[in-house]
């Protein structure tokens, strides 16, 4: 029994909740990679979302020669080769017999990439975000050895997604990487087939066949937003809108934004619909709000919803090391505070001018957080949802003094949090609900229970983000 319910139905399945966390990634810089043959499936579902191009990335695992299973390391394009010591040490391989795996191995990867690619260069990574994709991550050594071969092809970011990963798959691999994803990651792990109900294996003809689909797509679309050339004009006169911009002349943006905040420069992801109606600024108390896939996954509904959200993080990468700072409600609350007050500017620069009402997200501390600033602005935030977080951190005086309406959402199967938001919702004086999620854990990690957190969230926004003035 796995205590998270990451399962998935087949790998298009897993591709498609794999792409609703990567929607940050969408641009025409933007290229997927896939790892054959497995991977293929779940890539064609995530080029499709982000509209980019589909390309592959062959690699193939170096297995002990008496359990095959087991990879002692990985080889790809371009003459790359991994070697995972951890597994090659123990297991006693001698040399010559690395070098015959090897040289079996590279035979086969040379037959599939001539197979795959048919005589036809592979897309050009330089300069480009490159995500590669895989159906899983068991031992990493097939997607470290990846993640080398696409930043050795000029990658100018390497985002590594899969649907399911062990838990500790980030200390493994993120240093190969700029970006890590997951949709979950499981605890007992033992085999990525596992969590799939068909996990049959990929022939050679359904990689063609994604890949050719793919190709197809790309050349419909007129070398657009895949290729990253521009539409013709037809001789007409040229639009004065910028991309995305909608029929009023509203633009859409999606952009970094550095901001101070209460002794640092904190860094975000601003993303603006066009006509949007109100912002939602992202508080996580661990401080990596821009590259928590929880956050991202909901934002990007929030988006789909004519929202602009802005995810941030609450504190530097030195600052978060020390656990201590992840409980400092002062300071977390302090920092967002700040960014509410100089966020107005940036977000009237993206929308057009207009001003955007606001609203908070908090998770795990960054909801005492959220609750902090939301006392001390007032009625300049128009309304605060928090995910399995911890609002009775915000201390019983800030609790007394919010004016925002505020939705509590917790996990069913997240008793103590629960008790902990029971409690500080009878200290709130504003309007306030709490929502359970039935069946989620505290990570919201079970099918369908993010999905359910995303549609509270923006029926709470929808119905309580109304205009108003910036924060004072």
Same mark, same amino acid.
């Given at each position: ?14 591709? @498609? ?85 090897? #040289? ?94 068909? !996990? ?8 063609? @066949? ?112 020390? @656990?201590?700072?992840? !409980? ?6 302090? @920092? ?30 960054? #909801? ?66 709490? #929502? ?29 983000? #109304? ?6």
């Amino acid at each position: 029994m796995h205590a998270t319910g990451t399962h998935f139905t087949d790998r298009t399945d897993a591709g @498609r909740r794999l792409a609703a966390l990567l929607g940050h990634l969408r641009g025409p810089r933007t290229v997927v990679v896939a790892l054959p043959r497995g991977g293929v499936p779940v890539a064609a579902e995530v080029a499709a979302a982000l509209g980019a191009p589909l390309d592959i990335c062959v690699i193939r695992k170096l297995g002990v020669p008496y359990q095959p299973e087991l990879g002692m390391g990985a080889i790809g394009e371009d003459g790359v080769r991994v070697i995972n010591d951890h597994v090659l040490r123990p297991a006693g391989v001698t040399p010559e017999q690395l070098a015959a795996v090897e #040289a079996r191995e590279r035979t086969e990867l040379e037959r599939r990439a001539h197979r795959y690619r048919g005589g036809r260069p592979p897309v050009d990574l330089r300069g480009r975000t490159v995500v590669v994709v895989d159906d899983g991550i068991a031992t990493g050594s097939t997607a470290r050895a990846a993640c080398l071969i696409v930043r050795a092809r000029g990658a100018e970011r390497v985002v590594l997604a899969v649907p399911v990963a062990p838990r500790e798959w980030t200390e493994r691999l993120s240093g190969v990487a700029d970006e890590l994803v997951c949709v979950g990651t499981p605890s007992p792990f033992f085999a990525i087939g596992e969590f799939y109900a068909d !996990f049959s294996q990929t022939e050679d003809a359904e990689v063609l @066949r994604h890949l050719a689909a793919a190709r197809a797509g790309e050349a419909g679309s007129g070398g657009g937003a895949r290729s990253g050339g521009e539409a013709g004009s037809g001789g007409g006169a040229a639009s004065t809108d910028p991309p995305g911009a909608d029929d009023d002349g509203v633009p859409a943006s999606d952009r970094e934004v550095t901001l101070p905040a209460a002794g640092a420069r904190l860094t975000g992801r601003l993303t603006v619909p066009a006509g949007a109606r109100g912002i939602v600024v992202f508080a996580h108390g661990s401080g990596s709000g821009r590259h928590s896939p929880r956050n991202r996954h909901v934002a990007a509904r929030l988006n789909d919803a004519g929202l602009a959200t802005f995810l941030f993080d609450l504190l530097t990468e030195d600052e978060e090391e020390d @656990r201590r700072n992840v !409980f400092d409600v002062e300071l977390l609350g302090a @920092r967002l505070t700040d960014v509410a007050r100089a966020l107005p500017a940036e977000q009237a620069r993206a929308a057009g001018g207009a001003f955007l009402p606001l609203g908070l997200f908090g998770a795990s501390t960054g #909801a005492a957080a959220a609750l902090w600033t939301a006392a001390r602005l007032g009625h300049g935030v128009g309304a605060v949802v928090s995910r399995g977080g911890r609002p009775d951190l915000a201390g019983e005086e800030a609790l007394g003094t919010v004016l925002a309406p505020t939705l509590l959402i917790v996990g069913g199967r997240d008793e103590v949090v629960i008790d902990l938001n029971r409690r500080a919702r009878e200290r709130l004086r504003c309007e306030s609900e709490l #929502a359970v999620v039935p069946h989620a854990g505290h990570l919201f990690e079970e099918p369908g229970t993010l999905d359910r957190v995303a549609e509270l969230a923006r029926d709470w926004f929808d119905g309580h983000l #109304a205009p108003c003035a910036p924060p004072p």
